[in-house]
C-alpha cells in the first residue's frame, strides 16, 4: 500500500504537466513546440541505436570521469587541507578566487593549452565541481567532535588508521552534501563543454538540432539531459542511504529525543 | 582537622603530608619511595593562555598512583578535574611539573592507559557497531582476527552486552552506551584505567549498577584506576582512597583513606556507619573548598 502511494506521489507531477501540455498543444501546431506523442516519437528515434553509441555514451564517459575525479580530488584534498592549520591559512584565500571563476570562461584557454579532446571537456567538469566536494571535505574535517578525536588518540591510533576509522567517516556526511552539488554542477558543465570545437556529444548535438531547427529533436535532447540528471539524483540518494545509512539513523534518534 | 560539632568515633586516616613545593609549603597527596608507584604526579601545574589573560587551572599536585589501586578524585565543580586528567591522558601538556608512568615521563598518550570519557555519546563511533568500536583499537595494535574476536566477546561479556554485538551504539541507552566505552577501555588491557565522571550524565539507578561494574572489573583485572567523579557518595564508595581536590587553582585538599571491607554493597555499605563517617568528613572538606578555603592557610597558621 505505502509503495503504491509512494510511487503515485513520485508520477502525479509529471502526469499533470504531460497532461496540461497534451491540451494546451492540442489545436494549432506551433512549430517550436512539438505535441507530447510527436517528442516521444522523435525521443525514441534520436536517440536509440546509433546516436546513443556516437553522442550519448561518450558524454557519459566524460561526466562520470569528472564526477570520479572531482571525488577523489576533492576529497583527498580536503582532507590535507584540513588537516593542516598551516595549510589551510596558505590556500584558503587562493582557493575562494579560483572557486569564484565560472569554468566556462575558462574554456577558450584550456583549449589552447590541453587541446581539444577529451581531457579539455573532463578538466571544465572537474574545474567546476570539485569545489563544493573540496569545500565541504575541509569543513567536515575541521568540525571534527573533539572528544571522539581524544578517544582515538589515547588508543593511540595511527594516522592511517585515523583517517579510515576517525577522520572519513566523520566528515562523511558534510562530503555525500558536497557530491550532491557537485552532480548538477558537473552535468551542465558536461553540455557547456561540449558546445565548443566538438563533433559528438549530448551538448554538441543539442545545438546541432537548433542550428538546423529540428526542433523537436532538441527538445527531445534536453528531455534526455532531464532524464540523465533523474538517474544520477537516484544512483547517488542509494549511494548515499547506503553510506550515510548510521547518520540517518543517529539523527532519527535525536530528533525524536 | 577542625570538626568540633562532629566528632566521628573513629579519625578518618589522612595520608596526606606537608611538601616543600615550588609554590610553598602545601599539602600533597601519598607518595611513595623510589620506583614503586606506577603512575606519579608530580607539582604538575596548568595555566591556559588565554586572550583575557592567563587562567592557572591547577597550581600544584602531587600525588602517586600504586599498582593496582583504585583512587578517585574528588572535587568541587569547576576545581580543574577533567584538565588534570587530560595532563595525565598525555592529551594536554602540563605548564609545569610532570606526571610519569612506570618512571616514564608522559609525553603523550601511553599505550598503557585507556580512558572513559563523560559524554558516552561522543566517545564511541558512531558509525560502527557496538563489536566494532570495541574491536577498533585493537585492529589497531594488529592484533589478530580470531584473538580479536575472542576479546571483543569478553569484553561485552564482562560488562553484560554480550547480547547486542551487531547494534550500533546510538541504538542503546545511555547506560549501555557507557557500558560499551567500558568494555573498549577492558579489551584494550590497559594498566591504568583513567575515569572522567563515567555516570555524569546517567540515571541513579543505571550508575548504582555501572559503580559495581567497575569495581568488578577492577577487581578481576588488577588494573590501576583513577576515578574522576563530583559526586562524593560514588567517591566513597568505589575508592581504596579519596583525593579531594581544592577550588581552583587547584592544589590536593586532602588524601583520604578508605577503610571500608573489600566487598562493597550498594545497600549495606552505604548503610553503614564507616560509610557515613567518611562521606561526612569528604563532604566537609568539600564544602570548605567551595567556601574558598585553602588548605595552605591553614598550614600558615600552624
Known amino acids: ?257 | 582537622m577542625t570538626s568540633a560539632h562532629s566528632q566521628p568515633t573513629n579519625p578518618v586516616i589522612s595520608q596526606s603530608s606537608i611538601q616543600e613545593t615550588p609554590d610553598g609549603r602545601i599539602p600533597v597527596g601519598k607518595t611513595m619511595p623510589g620506583e614503586q608507584p606506577m603512575l606519579s604526579v608530580q607539582n604538575l601545574k596548568k595555566v591556559y593562555h588565554t586572550d583575557g589573560g592567563d587562567i592557572e587551572a591547577v597550581r600544584n599536585l602531587t600525588f602517586d598512583l600504586p599498582k593496582g589501586q583504585l583512587a578517585c578524585l574528588v572535587g568541587p565543580s569547576g576545581s580543574g578535574k577533567t584538565t588534570l586528567l587530560k595532563c595525565i591522558s598525555g592529551l594536554m601538556a602540563p605548564s609545569a611539573g610532570e606526571v610519569t608512568l612506570h618512571g616514564q615521563k608522559v609525553t603523550g598518550p601511553p599505550k598503557s592507559m585507556a580512558v572513559v570519557f563523560q559524554e558516552y555519546g561522543r566517545s564511541l563511533f558512531p558509525w560502527l557497531r557496538v563489536a566494532e568500536n570495541v574491536e577498533l583499537p585493537l585492529k589497531n595494535q594488529g592484533m589478530d582476527k580470531a584473538a580479536r574476536k575472542e576479546a571483543v566477546e569478553q569484553a561485552l561479556e564482562a560488562v553484560g552486552l554480550a547480547h547486542v554485538p551487531k547494534s550500533y551504539p546510538w541504538q542503546l541507552s545511555g547506560g549501555m552506551q557507557q557500558r560499551v566505552a567500558i568494555a573498549r577501555a577492558v579489551a584494550y588491557q590497559p594498566e591504568v584505567l583513567l575515569m572522567d565522571e563515567p555516570f555524569a550524565a546517567v540515571d541513579a539507578q543505571t550508575r548504582a549498577d555501572l559503580e559495581d561494574l567497575v569495581r568488578g572489573i577492577w577487581k578481576k583485572l588488577g588494573v590501576s584506576v583513577l576515578f574522576v567523579t563530583h559526586d562524593i557518595d560514588e567517591s566513597v564508595y568505589l575508592g581504596e582512597r579519596v583525593i579531594i581536590l581544592s577550588s581552583s587553582p587547584t592544589i590536593i585538599q586532602e588524601d583520604v583513606l578508605v577503610d571500608l571491607p573489600a566487598e562493597r554493597d550498594q545497600l549495606e555499605t552505604r548503610s553503614s556507619q564507616r560509610f557515613a563517617e567518611l562521606r561526612h568528613h569528604v563532604y566537609e572538606q568539600i564544602q570548605l573548598a567551595k567556601k574558598g578555603f585553602r588548605p595552605e592557610d591553614a598550614v600558615a597558621m600552624k
Do not use: C
Not at chain 1, 12 to 29: D, H, Q
Not at chain 1, 51 to 65: A, K
Open chain 1, 1 to 257: 500500500m505505502t509503495y503504491i502511494r509512494t510511487f503515485l506521489h513520485i508520477v502525479a507531477l509529471p502526469l499533470i504537466l504531460v497532461l496540461i501540455w497534451f491540451v494546451a498543444t492540442l489545436g494549432e501546431a506551433s512549430f517550436f513546440v512539438p505535441t507530447p506523442q510527436l517528442l516521444i516519437e522523435t525521443f525514441f528515434e534520436t536517440w536509440t541505436s546509433e546516436r546513443f553509441v556516437s553522442d550519448v555514451f561518450p558524454s557519459l564517459g566524460r561526466l562520470m570521469t569528472g564526477i570520479a575525479l572531482s571525488i577523489l580530488i576533492g576529497i583527498v584534498g580536503g582532507l590535507l587541507i584540513g588537516s593542516f592549520r598551516w595549510l589551510r591559512a596558505l590556500l584558503e584565500p587562493t582557493l575562494e578566487f579560483f572557486r569564484a571563476i565560472p569554468p566556462p570562461v575558462l574554456i577558450p584557454v584550456i583549449m589552447l593549452l590541453i587541446g581539444i579532446g577529451d581531457e579539455m571537456k573532463v578538466s571544465v567538469i572537474v574545474l567546476g565541481a570539485v569545489w563544493p566536494i573540496l569545500l565541504n571535505t575541509i569543513e567536515g574535517v575541521r568540525s571534527m567532535d573533539e572528544v571522539l578525536a581524544d578517544t582515538s588518540r589515547t588508543y593511540g591510533m595511527t594516522k592511517f588508521n585515523s583517517v579510515r576509522y576517525l577522520i572519513l567517516p566523520s566528515a562523511m556526511p558534510q562530503i555525500m552534501a558536497g557530491i550532491r552539488q557537485s552532480l548538477s554542477i558537473a552535468l551542465i558543465l558536461m553540455v557547456i563543454s561540449e558546445m565548443f570545437a566538438s563533433t559528438e556529444g549530448l551538448g554538441f548535438a543539442i545545438v546541432q538540432f537548433q542550428r538546423s531547427f529540428a526542433i523537436p529533436e532538441m527538445w527531445s535532447g534536453i528531455v534526455l539531459l532531464g532524464l540523465i540528471g533523474v538517474v544520477l539524483s537516484f544512483i547517488f540518494q542509494l549511494t548515499e542511504r547506503w553510506v550515510l545509512g548510521w547518520y540517518h539513523g543517529l539523527r532519527e534518534i535525536e530528533q525524536s529525543a
